[in-house]
């Protein structure tokens, strides 16, 4: 808007006024903005989880293979003097060098054990070449598939030789022998561990792996060559899953200083703490700590494996330090192949970190395949040395003093710098160094709650943070903490546990084998727990359950059942949806645990959450309840009752506002489908003979025709945007019967009707859009044919179904289907259709040859499911229908045609002894409805190759997978909505800011008074005839709406930014328009004469147009072209809409809830035309076809609401508008143009005006005192409440002036003076005040 500068400046409106709309802008409840709304009901994509240990190993055996010949030293290394010599911490001097040889070997056993004291232990001291061969093959023959160890010691022996070979001895100590890697490797086999201790090792290392490569490429030339002699032979082992550790480089010696054993490496790997210290008093550094020597270290008190004393405690923290260095520096599948496969490996590789650190001090660089990235100088040695410094400084006093020992900082240092990177992080970023240290921190008790409460916080980052801390192996930790009796521990383990099970459900396994489902049974059953606690214990259930035998068993015995029903009328509204949830997998086909519940009447405590405030919560208990019915074992006639009632329980949703529940519905009703088939087959059996006897007359067959379209040349019909949730719009097909009450029609050549009526105007546009739907052979049933059926059978009676004998519940229940096949919402039709057809299919396949069997015999309730008796005609076609291949997908895919004819091959059919279908009796007595039943009906050759099925027992909405994502998101974060910095925020704070500036500049004109309103400001041929206009309050955007389709129009542009089809069948109208949410984000509201209503979202800008809801906002309406069709009013305040038509009440519909809140009856027996309700006084009131303006106050009854009747018009009223002021005057205007202003206590109105007779639009502007009247006679009069004529507008400016075709719709803006007129001609035009005005 062009605005002049003096009116940006003067402030029209106090900055207290200002600031106030601005609020309440903040203040307004947003209407269909819902998780549920704006993402689709799916679950979310499973990650691949690769935390789990596909071969867990063991190293069983271990080979200690020690060439020292003490005494003797190798003639090729020269040594120094003095020289290093402890070997295996023993001096090999100080003993006969016989004796010496064994302690040596003795204790590196020990030293071995500590890490792994279950494995075979065999020494080979100073061997020859076959000892060792002799050792090696039979600890691996011992080991079978397990790893076994091989340690080398070569200290008295020559380094390894180049072409491979390292060296043992003859019998006679007389000569060294060479030992080749080659020969090494076959009597090792694989899966094997080498350790080298001796010079030169990385040869070792080059050599293993040039003859593991020479291996490959023979095992290759052997496989193409059978005459190869390496053919015949057994495969030698692939030496693909062998480690090996060297102690240094190919060219490097070991180091010989005196102060630190011979076998450095040796102690590096199995005595690490020991050396470590020793380490540590050799640097510099060590002269900070007084009074430390390397004898006090020898007595450090305590034990390695106990963590409360100062030994195991280093101990401990060293494992937590070498782990996390190598978690953080190792690709993550090489970290899970070496440090948590195999306990002892693990322990090695930690350890061979040490040897790294240490060795490189002294020019020495250990080396091992697979090779590992260097890691010595990693920042967590620093906090390693920081540990040891503050154990060593305490020892003094410890061993002198017997102070006690004070424990170690480092565990609480490590978790508050895990604190400070949850707490202070940007959202992407590399994962947290202290995972690992988390995890060891679980282990103690003093730490356990506060590393607990960090991981959850770390969990609920994200999947990807679960799947990280799952590689990381926190998985046994949690498990064996669900033994634990803490209970402060208990909310923690649970939303660590939801939080797992929700991105990788196949824990369930482990969970019940652990009996870890008592724990969260306990949870579950205790009160005092708090209720998103109990939901999050319920959430971990339902996964346990969920398509699980054994869980199920164990969580029935656990007494599940009980223990959910008491808590289905809890407040908390997501622990009401998993407990449905988790009762409906409970007893998904499981049959004792139906039984159960039919015990505790569980289906009965179930209806209650059909009519739960929460749509997901009415979902949940239809999934139940759907479950329930949808067992397939042995019927019996107290189950059929149970079936039979809880079917008309769930028949009563068929109008609910959410189509998720209505989708639920579907596959609730599907299952009872399936379980009782026959009797669906009679039934479609019968609808379908009667729809063929009764032909609804069509148009064509009353009026010529080239009537049916208007006279006028239509314009040419643009491509209207396809549309997301309309993947096969069933628009207009050529075969589409028309509703009865369109043989009225009678367009006499100019296209306006020859009768009046201000209801029928719109009966002249063009036939919009001609969108194809399906081609009819694509279903049996078309939805024109299933539209039609649903006609005839009138449904009205669906509201007293409770009623009904049982004979007809399947009657009753294929008329829900048949209503939900004509669901506004796509996704729910297109599931109804694929039940609905799927009936058709059977019935018309089995009809065929079925002739010779009584057709009276079906309609018992007999057991659906063949049974032993054998009583019941199952498949009357002779072989079982095949499974489907769509089973669960719910695409809006249609299936392809199903062959129609009978197979040549199929022989007659003739029913054996008993009357009983063939196959029936080798059937198992649980069998699913669609299995393939017996395997030789595969081989008959008598499937035709086009059957398939539309439905199957797999048929699902993803409702349960949906929810289960909210415990994959994160729980704690701040919505983005609430979150000030956020892009959400900003945006949402512009629009209002804007929002102000419209009021105020608007207020600004209106205040000063509109003295004319005749120049135009827009004008445009719209592709159908505008039957509804609707001005956006904010921006400036217009939508128009024609028969069945919207185009948005920028009015200050000048150009068309959308046009996309409504969707609603051809017999209908769209007869009212809303904008909701306009303050924010708009979502468009259409209605159209046959009651239903659709919500969209995405138009006018770039994206695709998206269906957000629709549902049947009036049910038993019947579009008719003289009926006002259906009117509306919306209360953004509140959340109702207030919807009323050709029916004789006015139904208030809560957005928030999703469903009907009150019908107020009208007490007329015409229609409502207009409706206008006051949120703050909670008045309504509703123009009446025969002329009558009501006033209903909806917090009365429904007997006493009416408050006011006003009989003063003669004739149909085109508005009744309620002014929003707290003393706001009712005005109405009828037919005939009498305008009468109402006070709405007093009996009388207070002014009448007269304007042109023959009205058929009307507006008034909700500000500036202005009413529009548009008239059959081509022109528009603009008043202002004293009853002036303001302007008259007769001709479109431009154009030649032609004439203004008759007026099919008027709308003033909410805020500017702005008037919107559609006409007859197509053309839509926008006129305002003056210029110098605006």
């Not at 003739?910 to 669609?930: C, D, E, N, V």
């Amino acid at each position: 808007m062009k605005m002049d500068t003096d009116l940006l400046l003067s402030p029209a409106m106090g900055l207290a006024e200002e600031e106030e709309a601005d609020m309440n802008d903040w203040k307004l409840p947003l209407a269909f903005m819902k998780k549920r709304h704006s993402e689709k009901i799916e679950g979310s994509k499973a990650l691949a989880q690769s935390w789990r240990m596909k071969d867990r190993m063991k190293t069983v055996s271990v080979a200690l293979v020690l060439c020292l010949n003490v005494g003797v030293d190798p003639p090729d290394v020269v040594k120094t003097s003095p020289c290093a010599r402890l070997e295996c911490w023993i001096d090999p001097l100080s003993m006969s060098p016989q004796k010496a040889l064994e302690t040596i070997g003795a204790n590196l056993q020990k030293q071995y054990e500590n890490w792994q004291p279950r494995a075979r232990y065999k020494q080979s001291l100073d061997p020859t070449v076959d000892e060792v061969k002799k050792l090696c093959t039979s600890l691996r023959r011992n080991a079978k598939e397990e790893r076994v160890l091989f340690h080398y010691n070569g200290h008295g022996v020559p380094r390894p030789t180049v072409n491979g070979e390292i060296w043992v001895f003859n019998k006679n100590y007389t000569q060294y022998i060479p030992l080749s890697i080659y020969d090494l490797q076959t009597w090792m086999g694989s899966p094997s561990i080498f350790v080298y201790d001796c010079s030169n090792a990385g040869i070792i290392v080059k050599s293993f792996k040039q003859f593991a490569l020479q291996r490959e490429q023979e095992l290759e030339v052997a496989a193409i060559n059978p005459s190869h002699p390496l053919a015949q032979m057994p495969l030698p082992p692939s030496m693909k899953n062998c480690i090996q550790l060297a102690a240094c480089e190919a060219s490097e010696l070991l180091p010989m200083n005196p102060d630190l054993p011979a076998d450095l490496f040796t102690s590096c790997l199995t005595t690490p703490i020991k050396i470590a210290l020793r380490w540590f008093c050799m640097q510099k550094s060590a002269k900070l700590v007084p009074g430390v020597t390397l004898d006090l270290i020898e007595k450090i008190p305590g034990r390695l494996n106990d963590r409360r004393t100062p030994l195991g405690e280093l101990n401990w923290i060293f494992t937590a330090i070498t782990d996390t260095i190598a978690w953080n520096v190792l690709p993550r599948d090489l970290f899970q192949k070496l440090f948590r496969q195999d306990l002892l490996v693990a322990s090695l590789f930690r350890n061979f970190l040490l040897a790294e650190r240490i060795m490189r001090s002294y020019n020495c660089t250990p080396v091992s395949s697979p090779r590992l990235p260097p890691t010595y100088m990693h920042a967590m040695w620093q906090a390693w040395d920081l540990a040891v410094d503050i154990c060593l400084s305490q020892l003094p006093t410890i061993i002198e003093e017997g102070t006690a020992f004070r424990h170690s900082p480092f565990f609480a240092e490590q978790l508050t710098a895990f604190q400070v990177w949850l707490t202070m992080g940007v959202e992407n970023r590399n994962p947290p160094e202290q995972l690992p240290i988390v995890l060891q921190v679980l282990l103690s008790q003093v730490h356990r709650l506060r590393a607990l409460d960090l991981l959850g916080r770390f969990l609920d980052l994200g999947p990807w943070a679960v799947s990280l801390a799952l590689s990381v192996g926190i998985f046994p930790y949690v498990l064996k903490l669900l033994q634990s009796s803490a209970r402060e521990l208990r909310p923690l383990l649970v939303f660590i546990w939801a939080k797992i099970l929700a991105v990788d459900s196949s824990c369930q396994a482990d969970l019940v084998k652990d009996n870890g489902h008592k724990y969260f049974l306990s949870v579950l059953a205790d009160s005092y727990m708090p209720a998103e606690h109990r939901t999050m214990a319920v959430f971990i259930l339902a996964v346990i359950v969920n398509s699980y035998n054994t869980g199920q068993e164990a969580c029935l015995q656990g007494n599940l059942i009980a223990n959910c029903l008491e808590q289905l009328s809890d407040p908390h509204p997501l622990l009401r949806q998993w407990v449905a949830i988790c009762l409906g997998r409970i007893w998904q086909n499981f049959d004792p645990a139906r039984w159960c519940g039919v015990r505790d009447s569980a289906h009965e405590k179930l209806y209650t959450l059909l009519s739960d405030p929460i749509p997901e919560v009415r979902c949940a208990a239809v999934f139940a309840l759907g479950t329930f019915v949808g067992n397939s074992a042995e019927r019996t006639d107290h189950s059929t009752t149970i079936d039979h009632n809880v079917a008309m329980m769930l028949a009563q949703l068929i109008n609910d506002g959410s189509p998720v529940v209505r989708k639920e519905l579907v596959v609730a009703l599907s299952h009872l489908v399936v379980q009782y088939e026959s009797n669906f087959c009679t039934v479609a059996l019968q609808f379908i003979e009667e729809e063929k006897n009764y032909t609804v007359p069509s148009p064509a067959n009353t009026a010529e025709p080239g009537n049916l379209t208007p006279g006028r040349d239509s314009p040419a019909i643009p491509r209207l945007r396809s549309v997301n949730s309309y993947t096969n719009i069933r628009a207009a097909t050529t075969a589409r019967n028309l509703n009865k009450s369109l043989q009225n029609l009678n367009l006499n050549e100019e296209g306006g009707p020859a009768a009046f009526s201000p209801g029928n105007l719109s009966t002249s546009s063009s036939a919009s859009s001609t969108l194809g739907s399906p081609d009819n052979d694509e279903y049996i049933l078309s939805f024109e044919t299933i539209d039609k059926m649903r006609r005839v059978s009138s449904y009205s009676s669906l509201n007293s179904l409770i009623g009904v004998s049982f004979n007809s519940v399947y009657t009753q229940i294929w008329r829900v289907l048949l209503h939900l096949a004509a669901d506004p919402f796509p996704e729910v039709s297109d599931l109804a259709m694929k039940v609905l057809n799927s009936i058709a299919y059977k019935a018309t396949m089995n009809a065929r040859p079925q002739r010779i069997l009584d057709s009276g015999s079906l309609t018992q309730s007999a057991p659906a499911s063949p049974t032993s008796k054998g009583t019941h005609i199952h498949q009357a076609g002779g072989s079982p229908p095949m499974p489907s291949t769509s089973s669960s997908s719910l695409t809006n895919e249609v299936p392809k045609p199903p062959a129609r004819e009978q197979p040549a091959t199929r022989p007659p059919y003739t029913p054996t002894l008993g009357g009983q279908a063939p196959h029936s009796h080798q059937f198992p007595r649980t069998r699913k409805m669609f299995d393939k039943g017996p395997e030789q009906a595969a081989e008959d050759g008598d499937e035709p190759g086009g059957h398939r099925n539309y439905i199957s027992p797999a048929l699902q909405t993803g409702l349960c997978d949906w929810s289960a994502k909210y415990f994959a998101q994160p729980v704690m974060k701040i919505p983005e909505e609430h979150d000030l910095e956020s892009q959400v925020r900003m945006e949402r704070q512009w629009r209002f800011l804007r929002n102000t500036r419209v009021r105020r500049q608007s207020r600004g004109i209106t205040q000063k008074g509109v003295s004319r309103l005749d120049d135009q400001i827009f004008i445009n041929r719209n592709p159908g005839v505008p039957s509804v206009v609707k001005f956006h309050p904010f921006n400036t955007c217009i939508a128009v709406a024609d028969k069945d389709s919207i185009c948005f129009w920028d009015w200050e542009k000048g150009e068309r930014l959308d046009y996309f089809y409504n969707g609603n069948p051809r017999y209908t109208r769209i007869t009212a328009m809303e904008y909701l949410n306009g303050h924010d984000c708009s979502l468009l509201l259409t209605a159209t004469d046959d009651g239903a209503l659709r919500i969209w979202k995405n138009f006018a800008d770039q994206k695709n147009p998206e269906m957000v809801t629709a549902w049947q906002g009036l049910s038993d309406m019947l579009p008719t072209t003289r009926g006002a069709g259906m009117v509306v009013d919306w209360e953004q305040e509140t959340g109702l809409l207030m919807t009323s038509g050709d029916v004789r009440v006015i139904r208030i519909w809560d957005t928030d809830r999703e469903m009907k809140v009150q019908d107020i009856p009208t007490g007329a027996d015409s229609c409502v035309t207009s409706l206008s309700c006051d949120s703050q006084r909670s008045l309504i009131v509703a123009g009446l076809g025969d002329g009558s303006v009501r006033v209903f106050d909806r917090r009365m009854g429904p007997n006493e609401c009416r408050v006011m009747t006003y009989r003063e018009h003669g004739a149909w009223v085109v508005k009744a508008h309620l002014q929003k002021e707290t003393d706001g005057h009712i005005i109405s205007v009828s037919v005939n143009g009498d305008v009468r202003f109402f006070e709405p206590r007093t009996p009388d109105s207070i002014t009448v005006l007269q304007t042109v007779k023959g009205l058929t639009a009307l507006d008034i502007h909700p500000q500036a005192n202005l009413f529009a009247c548009g008239s059959m006679n081509q022109f528009i009069a603009v008043y202002n409440t004293n009853g002036d004529v303001i302007s008259n507008i007769k001709y479109y400016d431009g154009f030649m002036g032609q004439r203004i075709g008759a007026i099919s719709c008027l709308a003033f803006h909410p805020y500017w003076p702005h008037l919107a007129v559609g006409s007859n001609d197509y053309y839509m035009s926008i006129y305002s005040a003056e210029k110098r005005l605006r």
